[in-house]
């Protein structure tokens, strides 16, 4: 049975991006390019819907051409994509992708990833895909909930936030680590709960 992970990257006010920000927020250090670096060579199947592909699509195809207005590092990160296995859940897009490694899945995105989960022996990770994540976690789908926070609290410019519209969740540490002694790599076990306890801890 395969193991879905949700990995996101925050600011501390729980945002994925913000106006006028670059890649990383600009804040990315030598341990984290390393740890990236690392974690690119684990086989994993990327999962992501139609908004993530189209973007993230685009931004590699940029990247292996001119590449100038990306960095050396998020060049190296979006071209590598290319190569790593995806699977999109859309009911907008069609086949071919022009992605390479790039499959197409149409119908609920929740129920095929449970089939998928079933058959899939490896790992699944998110890619972006806000809302995909979201109905991962609550269906108790998530096996495991990976945030790398960014210490940034950006209230007037932060945008997608990324916990509204999530169900009440407790999460049980499993990992955690400082990079370039600034950025907070967070690792849970999430458990999707009705609410606070009744009379003593969850």
Known sequence: MGQLMVDLIITLDGCASGEGWPGWWGLEGPEYLAWLEQEAGQERTYLMGANTYRLMSGMSA???????????NESASLTGLAA???????SSLAEPLQWPNSSLVAGDAVQAVGRLK????????????LSLCRSLVAAGLVDRFRLVVFPLITGRTGSE???????????????SRTFDGRLQ????????IDGPPRGGAE
């Open 185 to 192: 790599l967070l690792e849970y076990v999430p458990r999707v």
């Open 118 to 129: 079933q058959q899939h022996p490896g790992l699944l990770s998110t890619l972006g895909s």
């Open 84 to 90: 790593v296995p995806k699977m999109v859940f859309s």
């Open 161 to 175: 936030r990324i916990f509204e519209g999530y169900p009440d969740v407790a999460l049980d540490m499993v990992d």
């Open 62 to 72: 940029d990247a292996a051409g001119a590449g100038g207005e990306y960095s050396d």
